[in-house]
């Protein structure tokens, strides 16, 4: 193969990556978006009990969006038939209060069933430049889970929306 050959081989293949790239920020998928699992210290807090069975999801990414969901707990991970499966998310913010319109929703998609479930204010912390909100909410597995297993969750404040989807399964 010429040299000629070569260098328009290499330039057609980086064309290719950046095409691809591309294409990928343009369906709005981060590539920085890195999910980190960590166990869940088991607290004897009554309401924010969790087992060692829990998770914990870091949400890191070079594009923040306003609200920022940056954390993502789920017990138990490895969740059974008959189970309730707790979801706690946390939330940072810039907005210095938290309406009674801001909400956080959660969709859990099972094989080809969801189940919408909603998330209560737990707490509030933080200082006037940056809010950070714990959120909780529920739901129970009624069946099995055969191949696939996603929660998403979607926050919105006065700020705007964002959403996370983690795949369990």
Same mark, same amino acid.
């Given at each position: 193969?010429?040299? !000629? ?9 980086? %064309? ?9 920020? +343009?369906?709005?998928? *981060? ?7 960590? &166990? ?6 009554? *309401? ?10 870091t949400i890191i990414t070079q594009k923040p969006?306003?609200?920022? %969901? ?5 017990? &138990? ?18 907005? &210095? ?20 479930? &909603?998330?209560?204010?737990? !707490?509030?912390?933080?200082? *006037? ?5 714990? +959120?909780?909410?529920? +739901?129970?597995?009624?069946?099995? %889970? ?12 006065? !700020? ?10």
């Amino acid at each position: 193969m010429s040299q !000629k050959q070569k260098l328009t081989l290499l330039i057609i293949l980086n %064309i290719l990556i950046f095409s691809l790239l591309s294409f990928l920020v +343009w369906q709005n998928i *981060e590539v920085s978006h890195i999910l980190k699992t960590n &166990p869940l210290q088991i607290t004897n807090h009554k *309401e924010n009990q969790m087992t060692d069975r829990a998770k914990t999801y870091t949400i890191i990414t070079q594009k923040p969006k306003d609200p920022q %969901i940056i954390e993502v707990k789920v017990d &138990p991970f490895d969740v059974k038939e008959g189970e309730t499966q707790i979801v706690t998310v946390k939330i940072k913010s810039t907005s &210095p209060t938290v309406r009674s319109e801001d909400y956080v929703k959660g969709l859990v998609v099972i094989d080809d069933k969801s189940v919408n479930f &909603p998330f209560e204010l737990k !707490k509030v912390e933080g200082e *006037e430049e940056e809010t950070i909100t714990t +959120w909780q909410g529920s +739901w129970q597995l009624d069946g099995s %889970i055969e191949k696939n297993f996603q929660i998403r969750i979607l926050a919105e404040n006065e !700020k705007g929306e964002n959403t996370v989807t983690i795949t369990l399964k």
